[in-house]
């Protein structure tokens, strides 16, 4: 393994060059002309010019395919640009629709045990897996195996359990809504629950939240609200990199006249200034100025900040009477709690002054519509679930729900995740789902509630759990704690992976592995002798369809309707009250189940035929309808917990580069934020690297520290090796990417009633260490050789 390069900070946000962040509008949002000229290039070498063209002018049109990537929704049928995709987006497809790949000769060159020594990096750029691999307990390498012994080892394993409880069923956002669907339909036929899914790691907290304060936990806006707006408030999210088209839909929001707050530690490029590359202004001109006015805050001041908020309408009383009375619960009790708020704790959580806090107040009271936007920076904190509350409090204030150009606006990271979870993809559904999925099906679901992710790992650690069986993903470096996970993966019977592309958790593995390869979004689906397609939906409760125009990668793929409903037959039989061959054999037959399960999907079959798909009934966004107890919106009124942090040390949050995509690294390079050449690198303002006596550019390792509220017992994780960055952000803050720094979060450090681990609130300390000679192991680093 070579010595890591050094890599530096080349210019803060505000001297970098306009073109260092031209974003679109059809090259959607990251992508001007370096980020067009990046993607193409990147394109072009894994996919050659033909390929390229026929897979980026499909991508995220009416007759195409869904981007593997972000879940923020596609414009109107008719309203699309000819090249309706961002940066990021590019290389999602490229990644899958990638020319090189990993055969069975790749697996017999390179023992399982050189492949745990790759990065996740080396891992992804291999290629797509050709077919399907068993790891034999004992074996040294992965070997072909035909899919129907494959089928067979899985069954054999799960009806040879005591309990189908010993078995876990994850999900990735990847997964279609047939394929969801199916999925959850197989494992209750099963007899289990265990159906945690990506959700439970990132946006979790805002299901939970959202649930409690309108009933429903999805997002309350449209894609039309966004661009009505007159003030829209972007909390704990990074657009530029993380959801790129968004910022298409800002800009045009700035042209009709919105004003943009963003609520954000780090002062992103993306919210600075947008180059669309689609217009005049884009192209010559200086571009369209975003935000407005930028929040420094604190990490996990959030909660703080909007308390704050909250205080400052009712004292103003910059209030919607009508709506208040009307459609609202709570609010004397919220009214009087915040009566009381402790501004110098206020000061402390939010590292923001009170002529800051009052300025953004200002520009909420002056709104006619506001839409209030948040993504992880929020949800994956301890108190995050109560911040998701809060910043519902404030919508309520001044009636900023179900009302044109205002509501709440939840940005998913995974392009189906929200759909999977409509689908039935929890652990906890309603009995009201599981009555109808059993009535239409035949089946007797269990109604003991299953396994979150969290839970899961702990069932898997301490042998509760024997199997587990993955949806796409890769769990292993999704999830926290990564010495604990894969410790715990090592310990089942058999791991499975329904995959695209080699990754980590095909490489850590339990005593027996499967993976089990399948067709992308990109490629064409021809299970059953016809043209499939599958539907998906994104963050606004927009449904449509998806297919693919690519050959597939290897004439062995199979899709994910096909391999979930063939283990099904394999696991359940052929006398099974589902019938399975028919549903493998036509997608249409699950979207009829679908219709008869799931709420609001009356005649999907149908609907989804309609160019752009249809939108998924919102009461709250509908008819200010709220389907709470109260049948009302519900206020909360939240303790304003200011987080300790000890001397010497500093608060972390995780977070990706620009160049990758959840756990998928695409490149060594940070662009937005100046970093080139490597990932190791720890970012923290200049005065905290004097005063905790480093220098920038020296190596250190991050140390974090935790105790276990419920046993008093104190812990520390160690990721070693991180080169120290100086970065403009609030005094006492830190960050650093995922998942590189997975192994400092506890997996019992989670968010209280969400169970999300707590990935934005790691309190660390960086102990100075030599400059490593090389690193091997996992991208997150826990293991580390001279």
């Known amino acids: 393994m070579r010595a890591m390069a050094f890599w530096h900070r080349d210019a803060p946000v505000d001297d970098m060059d306009e073109d260092d962040l031209r974003v679109s509008g059809g090259m959607s949002s990251a992508a001007g002309p370096v980020a067009v000229g990046v993607a193409m290039k990147r394109g072009l070498e894994q996919m050659g010019v033909r390929r390229t063209a026929s897979t980026l002018l499909r991508l995220n049109q009416v007759d195409g395919f869904d981007c593997q990537g972000c879940a923020w929704p596609d414009p109107a049928a008719g309203h699309r640009h000819t090249a309706e995709f961002c940066e990021n987006g590019a290389k999602a497809v490229t990644e899958e629709a990638t020319l090189r790949r990993v055969t069975p000769e790749f697996f017999a060159e390179h023992p399982v045990a050189e492949l745990t020594q790759r990065t996740d990096y080396w891992l992804g750029q291999q290629g797509r897996i050709t077919h399907p691999m068993v790891l034999r307990e004992g074996a040294t390498h992965y070997e072909p195996i035909t899919w129907d012994d494959a089928f067979a080892l899985v069954a054999d394993t799960l009806t040879g359990l005591d309990s189908p409880d010993e078995a876990i069923f994850y999900t990735s956002g990847r997964v279609s809504n047939e394929a969801a669907f199916s999925y959850q339909l197989m494992v209750r036929s099963l007899g289990t629950n265990n159906l945690p899914d990506c959700s439970n790691m990132c946006h979790e907290s805002t299901s939970v939240g959202l649930a409690r304060?309108?009933?429903?936990?999805?997002?309350?806006?449209?894609?039309?609200?966004?661009?009505?707006?007159?003030?829209?408030?972007?909390?704990?999210?990074?657009?530029?990199?993380?959801?790129?088209?968004?910022?298409?839909?800002?800009?045009?929001?700035?042209?009709?006249?919105?004003?943009?707050?963003?609520?954000?530690?780090?002062?992103?490029?993306?919210?600075?200034?947008?180059?669309?590359?689609?217009?005049?202004?884009?192209?010559?001109?200086?571009?369209?100025?975003?935000a407005d006015l930028h929040l420094p805050v604190r990490v996990n001041g959030d909660l703080a900040l909007f308390q704050a908020l909250g205080a400052l309408l009712i004292e103003w009383d910059a209030l919607d009477h009508d709506f208040l009375a009307r459609h609202t619960d709570g609010f004397e009790a919220y009214r009087d709690h915040l009566g009381e708020l402790d501004w110098e704790a206020v000061g402390r959580a939010t590292g923001l002054d009170r002529e800051q806090i009052t300025a953004a107040a200002r520009m909420i009271a002056s709104s006619s519509a506001t839409v209030y936007c948040w993504a992880m920076g929020v949800t994956q904190h301890r108190n995050a679930v109560a911040t998701v509350r809060e910043i519902a409090n404030v919508a309520f204030l001044r009636g900023d729900i179900g009302k044109p150009g205002a509501g709440l606006c939840p940005v998913r990271g995974h392009s189906n995740v929200q759909g999977d979870r409509t689908m039935g993809i929890w652990e906890q559904m309603p009995d009201s789902f599981l009555d109808a999925l059993d009535a239409a099906t035949g089946i007797t679901s269990p109604r003991e509630h299953g396994l979150d992710t969290v839970s899961a790992i702990q069932a898997l650690a301490d042998g509760r759990a024997k199997v587990f069986l993955g949806m796409g993903g890769n769990f292993v470096s999704a999830a926290p704690d990564t010495a604990v996970t894969e410790e715990a993966f090592r310990g089942a019977e058999l791991t499975v992976h329904v995959s695209t592309k080699l990754n980590r958790s095909h490489v850590v593995h339990g005593r027996q592995a499967l993976i089990l390869p399948t067709l992308g979004r990109s490629e064409r689906d021809l299970t059953g002798g016809t043209k499939q397609r599958v539907t998906v939906e994104d963050s606004m409760s927009a449904v449509h369809a998806s297919h693919g125009p690519l050959e597939p990668a290897s004439p062995h793929l199979r899709s994910e309707v096909d391999i979930i409903c063939s283990l099904a037959l394999a696991c359940l039989g052929e006398d099974h009250s589902v019938d399975w061959r028919r549903l493998r054999a036509d997608y249409t037959e699950i979207r009829r189940l679908i219709a008869a399960v799931v709420p609001g999907c009356a005649a999907y079959a149908e609907k989804v035929d309609a160019p752009g798909g249809f939108v998924l009934p919102h009461p709250p966004r509908d008819t200010r309808t709220f389907p709470t107890a109260s049948g009302k919106a519900s206020f909360a009124a939240s303790p304003l917990d200011v987080l300790h942090v000890p001397e010497g040390r500093l608060l972390l949050q995780t977070l990706r580069s620009h160049d990758q995509?959840?756990?998928?690294?695409?490149?060594?390079?940070?662009?937005?934020?100046?970093?080139?050449?490597?990932?190791?690198?720890?970012?923290?303002?200049?005065?905290?690297?004097?005063?905790?006596?480093?220098?920038?550019?020296?190596?250190?390792?991050?140390?974090?520290?935790?105790?276990?509220?419920?046993?008093?017992?104190?812990?520390?994780?160690?990721?070693?090796?991180?080169?120290?960055?100086?970065?403009?952000?609030?005094?006492?803050?830190?960050?650093?990417?995922y998942p590189e720094t997975n192994p400092l979060i506890p997996l019992g450090s989670t968010a209280l009633e969400s169970n999300c681990p707590t990935s934005k609130s790691v309190i660390v300390r960086l102990e100075p260490t030599d400059a490593p000679s090389g690193l091997v192991g996992s991208d997150a680093g826990w293991v580390v050789t001279a």
């Open 661 to 737: 995509f959840n756990t998928t690294i695409y490149g060594l390079d940070d662009r937005y934020r100046g970093i080139k050449g490597g990932r190791r690198v720890v970012l923290v303002h200049p005065d905290d690297v004097a005063d905790l006596g480093l220098t920038i550019g020296d190596w250190v390792d991050l140390v974090s520290e935790w105790t276990d509220t419920s046993t008093g017992e104190r812990s520390e994780r160690r990721a070693p090796s991180f080169r120290v960055v100086a970065y403009d952000q609030p005094r006492g803050c830190a960050a650093a990417y």
């Open 213 to 290: 304060a309108i009933g429903i936990g999805k997002g309350s806006v449209s894609l039309e609200d966004v661009h009505r707006a007159d003030l829209i408030v972007v909390t704990g999210q990074n657009p530029g990199t993380n959801h790129p088209r968004m910022l298409t839909a800002l800009e045009e929001a700035k042209r009709n006249g919105a004003r943009i707050i963003a609520i954000n530690p780090l002062k992103e490029t993306g919210l600075v200034k947008f180059r669309n590359p689609q217009t005049p202004r884009g192209v010559v001109g200086p571009g369209t100025e975003l």
